[in-house]
C-alpha cells in the first residue's frame, strides 16, 4: 500500500453538537429548514456506473411528523439496475484501488469538511424525513463528520503498518489490501451517521460501494451521495441503488461479484443477509464477508446503592431519546426491590414531564415514530404489555396528525414476558423487579442480544461484577447506555445484535481490508 500521508491529519477530536438553546443556532436552523422544505417533493435518481437512471418507478419519501408532506419522490432502482450496479463496483475496484492512500484519507477528510459545512442543511433535513428532533438531529451529523475524520486517521496507520519480525537474509513485511466492491446497507434511524461511517470506512480502505439506502430515508441518502462526489470520489468508486430489500436488496447481497456486505438493522433481516451471503453463486471465488449490527434489547441496572435521580434521568434519556428508535435505546429498567417502588414513583413524575410533538419545536422532547407501520407494531406491543405488567405511564397514541406514540411506562414485567425479550423499536420501556444485584446482572442477560447496558450503582465491588459478567458489547457504568461517541466508545455488540465489529473503533476499517504477507529473500 502507499505509504503514509507526509503531513498527518491533526489528533481526532469529537465534532461538537450544537446548543439549540442559544438564538443564534435556533434562528440558524430555522432558515435551513424552510431552504429544505423548498425542495420537498424533488425526484431522485438512482446512481450506478456513474449517471443517473429514471426508471419510473417513483417510492414518495414523507414527513413522519406530517405524512401528507412529501419530502422526496425517488426512481426505484430495478433488479438489472441494481446488478448492473455491482458489476460495475466490481470492474472498477482495480483502477479505485490503486488509488493512493493518502489520496482517499484527503477524500474523507473533505466529506467531514462539507457535513461540517453543511451542517445546519442535514440537521434540517433529519428533522424532516426522520423525525428526528434538533438536538438528536445535529448528533446524527455530528457522528457522520466523526466516523470520517476518525477512519481517515485509522487509514493512515494501516497504509504504513508496523515492521514484522525480520528472519535472517529475507525482507518481511505485511500490508492491507481492499477486498473489492461490497454493499452498504444502512438503516432508517441513523440516515446519515451510520451509512456515512460504513461507506466512508469501505471508500477510504480502497473498495468500492452499492449503497442501499433504506425506503424510509432515500432522500438523506441522495443528499449524502452528491457530498461524496463533492469531496472527490470519483463517479463510479460508489453506487445508490434505491429500493426495497426484496427488489433490489437481495440482488446485492447474492451477486457473485459481491466481496462483502456491511449492514445495520434488524435481527431478522441481518440474518437473512448472513444466510443468503454464505451460500456461494456461480462465478463467486471468495467467501463473503458480512459485517452486521443487528439490534438489541438493552437493560439498564438500577442498585440499591445508586443515585436514584440519576438513575432516572439516565433511563429516560436511554428509553425516549428519539423515540426508543435506537438499536442501544434502555426498553428493560431492572431494579433492586430494596428501591423499586421509590424508583417507579421518581420514574412516573419525570416521563409525565416528556413532551411529544412536532421535532422541529424545540420545546418538545420526543417527534413522531418512523412510519405507520412502525406506529402499528409498537401499539400492538404496548398492548401486549398491559396484559403482560402493569401501566403507570403514557400506553397509546399522542395528538397529532403524524405517528406520535405516548412515553410509556409497564412495570411489574416478568423476564419472559415478550416485552421483556422482544426488541420494540419504540418510546416503551418495562421495569421489572429483581430480589439483589446479582439476580440483576442474571435478569440483564437474559436474552439473545448483548448490545448495550448500563449499571447505576455507588458500590465499587458490584461495579467490578457487571464489568466482568454483565455481557453486552457496550457498557456504561452510571449513565446512560446511548449516546457512543466516536474514538470513545467504539460500538457494536455480542450474540444476536451483530458481529461486534466495533464501529468508530481502533480496529473497525479491518473489516474492509486484507493482510498480505510478503516475504523476500536478500540475494
Known amino acids: 500500500m502507499t505509504p503514509v500521508m507526509s503531513r498527518p491529519l491533526a489528533a481526532f477530536k469529537n465534532e461538537p453538537v450544537l446548543d439549540f438553546a442559544r438564538a443564534e443556532n435556533m434562528d440558524a436552523a430555522k432558515a435551513a429548514l424552510e431552504k429544505v422544505r423548498a425542495r420537498f417533493g424533488r425526484e431522485y435518481q438512482p446512481w450506478i456506473a456513474g449517471a443517473h437512471h429514471k426508471t419510473g418507478d417513483i417510492l414518495h419519501s414523507t414527513n413522519p411528523a406530517k405524512p401528507s408532506e412529501v419530502v422526496g419522490k425517488h426512481h426505484r432502482a430495478t433488479p438489472q439496475l441494481a446488478a448492473r450496479a455491482i458489476e460495475d463496483a466490481h470492474a472498477y475496484f482495480p483502477e479505485y484501488s490503486r488509488t493512493p492512500a493518502e489520496k482517499r484519507v484527503e477524500m474523507a477528510a473533505r466529506v467531514a469538511a462539507i457535513l461540517r459545512e453543511r451542517k445546519f442543511e442535514f440537521d434540517a433535513w433529519l428533522v424532516s424525513e426522520a423525525g428526528k428532533t434538533w438536538p438528536e438531529a445535529d448528533a446524527d451529523v455530528s457522528e457522520a463528520i466523526d466516523f470520517c475524520e476518525y477512519y481517515a486517521r485509522q487509514m493512515q496507520r494501516f497504509a504504513a503498518p508496523p515492521p514484522v519480525v525480520q528472519m535472517p537474509g ?255 423499536f419504540g418510546p416503551v420501556l418495562s421495569v421489572t423487579r429483581a430480589r439483589n444485584f446479582e439476580h440483576a446482572i442474571e435478569l440483564a442477560n437474559d436474552t439473545e442480544y448483548g448490545l448495550t447496558g448500563a449499571v447505576y450503582s455507588n458500590n465499587p465491588e458490584k461495579i467490578k461484577k457487571a464489568r466482568r459478567e454483565f455481557f453486552v458489547g457496550n457498557l456504561y457504568i452510571n449513565r446512560k447506555c446511548t449516546g457512543a461517541m466516536v474514538g470513545a466508545h467504539p460500538f457494536g455488540g455480542f450474540n444476536m445484535s451483530g458481529t461486534d465489529s466495533k464501529a468508530g473503533g481502533p480496529d473497525y476499517l479491518l473489516q474492509f481490508l486484507q493482510p498480505k504477507s510478503i516475504a523476500e529473500k536478500v540475494i
Open 170 to 424: 529475507e525482507h518481511d513485511e505485511m500490508v492491507y489490501l481492499p477486498l473489492g466492491a461490497g454493499v452498504i446497507i444502512p438503516p432508517w434511524n441513523f440516515p446519515l451517521a451510520i451509512m456515512t461511517g460504513m461507506s466512508v470506512a469501505a471508500l477510504v480502505t480502497g473498495n468500492t460501494i452499492v449503497i442501499k439506502p433504506s425506503s424510509e430515508t432515500p432522500t438523506i441518502a441522495a443528499k449524502f451521495a452528491e457530498v461524496l462526489l463533492e469531496a472527490g470520489f470519483p463517479p463510479r468508486s460508489f453506487a445508490l441503488s434505491t429500493g426495497s430489500g426484496a427488489a433490489v436488496g437481495d440482488v446485492l447481497v447474492e451477486h457473485a461479484k459481491t466481496r462483502f456486505v456491511s449492514f445495520t438493522g434488524s435481527r431478522d433481516v441481518g440474518l437473512r443477509i448472513n444466510e443468503l451471503a454464505a451460500k456461494p453463486r456461480k462465478g463467486q471465488i471468495w467467501i463473503k464477508r458480512v459485517v452486521a449490527e443487528m439490534g438489541g434489547k438493552d437493560a439498564i441496572i438500577v442498585d440499591r446503592e445508586a443515585d436514584l435521580d440519576s438513575a432516572v434521568n439516565g433511563v429516560v434519556q436511554s428509553a425516549y431519546g428519539y423515540q426508543g428508535q435506537k438499536c442501544s435505546a434502555c426498553s428493560r429498567a431492572i431494579v433492586d426491590e430494596a428501591v423499586y417502588d421509590r424508583f417507579l414513583e421518581k420514574l412516573k413524575a419525570r416521563v409525565d414531564t416528556v413532551t411529544v410533538g412536532a421535532p422541529e419545536n424545540p420545546q418538545n422532547y420526543m417527534g413522531p415514530v418512523i412510519s405507520a407501520s412502525a406506529e402499528k407494531t409498537i401499539l400492538d406491543f404496548i398492548e401486549t404489555g398491559k396484559r403482560e405488567g402493569r401501566l403507570i405511564a403514557g400506553g397509546g397514541k399522542a395528538p397529532g396528525d403524524g405517528y406520535f406514540i405516548q412515553p410509556t411506562v409497564i412495570a411489574d414485567v416478568d423476564s419472559k414476558a415478550r416485552i421483556f425479550q422482544e426488541e420494540i
